[in-house]
């Protein structure tokens, strides 16, 4: 059974393609198959996970309806549908054309059985592209930073899941909160978990992202953590998320 899985919160910097990118990576690793759908204009996934050069992108599989919009990456087991600057105005046809609300799910249900995880790298807003991506997915991953305004938004993010399910998607889920940027010396850090934990209770995961030099390093080499420096903090935390999600999969 394929997971079709959106990373989403509408506040930006808060390790959103980070996660998209190293997670997918981990789960490659692990021999899972996964497929990651850049859905975000500035197209930090695909070029994190070192894309640089295609004929197709994201417009074409998702207006176009073009299946070789699909590309291998690096990483065995790694696929993606990449994004490019052209892809920003698509909103507005979109918005222009109406009943858009299916397109993304319409697609991704014709290729997700090839897959054992989907990943859409969503924006950080809270546009038609990511009301796409919600509509299209089974869960919803947020990545939250452990910094003062980590809940900034999130009831926000809560009624737009409430949106979603009640006129889209039904059976949309929460598959859990990572925390990212985590710095265990500060007292902020550890406060900021504490009280993420008490809003989101269970759904926070075990593993948390430290903040890393060398997480911040890989994407300007095209290369995901476990390229750059298998043996980082950063990546052993991505390893273990992985393995969560596996765990969270298969119960």
Do not use: H
């Amino acid at each position: 059974m394929s997971v079709v899985i959106t990373t989403f919160n509408q506040k930006g910097g808060v390790g959103k393609t980070t996660t998209v990118v190293n997670l997918s990576a981990a789960l490659a690793l692990k021999k899972k198959k996964v497929l990651v759908i850049d859905m975000d204009p500035q197209g930090n996934s695909t070029s994190g996970l070192g894309l640089y050069e295609f004929e197709n992108n994201i417009y074409d599989f998702l207006i176009e309806k073009n299946k070789d919009s699909i590309y291998k990456t690096k990483t065995e087991n790694l696929d993606i549908i990449p994004a490019s600057g052209e892809f920003a105005g698509v909103e507005i046809e979109l918005a222009k054309r109406g009943d858009w609300q299916f397109d993304l799910k319409n697609m991704v249900d014709q290729v997700k059985d090839d897959y054992d995880y989907v990943i859409i790298d969503s924006p950080p807003s809270l546009g038609i592209l990511s009301m796409m991506s919600l509509v299209a997915s089974d869960k919803i991953l947020i990545p939250v930073q452990c910094e003062y305004y980590a809940l900034e938004g999130v009831s926000q993010l809560m009624d737009t899941i409430t949106l979603v399910r009640e006129n889209f998607n039904e059976n949309l889920g929460i598959l859990g909160v990572v925390m990212c940027m985590f710095d265990g010396r500060t007292n902020l850090s550890l406060q900021v978990v504490d009280e993420v934990k008490s809003f989101f209770k269970d759904k926070v995961f075990r593993s948390v992202i430290p903040r890393n030099v060398r997480l911040a390093e890989a994407p300007s080499f095209g290369m995901n953590i476990f390229e750059y420096d298998k043996t980082s903090k950063g990546a052993k935390a991505y390893s273990s998320l992985a393995d969560e999600i596996i765990g969270e999969m298969n119960d």
